[in-house]
């Protein structure tokens, strides 16, 4: 392509709302028959809401907040945030943990007002030996249909709450998966959230590819293996997590209202974190490279 036909297509880029990191990026772009998406923050808005605090037989609610709240209080994670913000609206100034430990995408660990606090994925209390209680189960499961993330919660060596957390798909993912689609791309739901959960929200936005329970640090290598299969890979993220992979990528595309991290790991930014763009970008490619070719 001659550089002048690449220059105008990222002024045009900038029309549209794409940030380009170099007119370059525009030939790889063209390329991609894969698009894998993040879908915390990336698919869905990302803001988190608590919605549920189920609880096992004799336990109290508020003892439940209060302890579970504590420990996510000293959390950055938008799951966390959720939770020790209702926690705090409903029981008032929450105990600070004691030996707190983040477990990256799994949850959290820590002493509160003297009783040793684990929540997060099943698989983190399968750590220390617990199981989720039949009816605490079936709360999960209920939870995780339609699309919400379940945190089970234990102290004291059991398994005592499953905090429901709901997120949902932004207005105009549904949109841009069919444009995707229209455009010959297959596109992945990529996550380290738990299958079911995935699952519902990628039937609502209509993927059919579901990649879950992946830890941060796999996600570059969920990339890899696709390309290792011949594929050629966008890949669209948020969090600083998705920053390697979005480096892996064939394209990397950021949500411009994401972090600063995973920006500087792309090669093309979504200005306002609509989806739409990201389709926007392989027509504006497929366009600015099709008139010199
Ligand atoms: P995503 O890929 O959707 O951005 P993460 O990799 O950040 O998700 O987290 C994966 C899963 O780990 C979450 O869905 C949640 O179940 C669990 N998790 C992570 N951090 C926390 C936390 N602070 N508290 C509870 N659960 C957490
Ligand atoms: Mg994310």
């Known amino acids: 392509a001659t550089p002048t036909a690449l220059l105008v297509g990222t002024g045009r880029g900038a029309q549209l709302g794409l940030l380009i990191k170099g007119p370059e990026v525009l030939e790889s772009t063209r390329k991609v028959d894969t698009i894998v998406l993040d ?13 549920d605090v189920a609880v096992a037989d004799g336990v109290d609610p508020e003892e439940a907040l209060r302890l579970v709240g504590g420990l996510e209080h000293a ?5 966390a945030r959720a939770i020790a913000e209702a926690a705090q609206a ?17 949850g959290v ?3 509160v007002d003297g ?14 030996g617990l199981r989720l209680p039949a009816a605490l189960d ?5 939870a995780e249909a339609e699309g919400r993330t379940a945190i089970a919660a234990a102290w004291d060596g059991e398994t005592r709450a499953v905090f429901v957390v709901a997120d949902t798909p932004k207005p105009t993912s549904a949109e841009a998966i069919r444009q995707l689609k229209a455009l ?23 993927i059919d590819d579901v990649i879950a329970e992946v830890l941060p640090s796999e996600k570059a290598e969920v990339v890899k293996r696709l390309q290792a299969e011949g594929r050629v890979v966008a890949m669209v993220g948020d969090g600083v997590n998705d920053a390697p992979a979005l480096a892996q990528a064939d394209l990397g595309l950021a ?8 920006i500087e790991a792309s090669d093309l930014t979504l200005v306002s974190g609509d989806l739409r763009a990201a389709g926007d970008a392989i027509r504006l490619s497929r366009k600015t490279l099709g008139t010199i070719r």
């Open 39 to 51: 879908k915390t923050g990336t698919v869905t808005t990302g803001q988190m809401a608590l919605v």
């Open 75 to 79: 959390s950055e994670h938008p799951i």
């Open 90 to 106: 409903r029981v008032g100034t929450l105990p600070a943990p004691e030996g707190f430990a983040n477990r990256e995408g799994l």
């Open 109 to 111: 660990e820590g002493t």
């Open 115 to 128: 009783h040793a606090v684990v929540a997060g994925r099943p698989a983190l209390l399968a750590d220390w």
């Open 138 to 142: 079936a709360a999960r499961t209920a």
């Open 184 to 206: 010959g791309l297959r596109p992945v739901l990529l996550t380290g959230d738990n299958a079911s959960t995935a699952r519902a929200v990628a039937a609502q936005v209509g």
């Open 255 to 262: 949500i411009g209202t994401g972090t600063d991290v995973a």
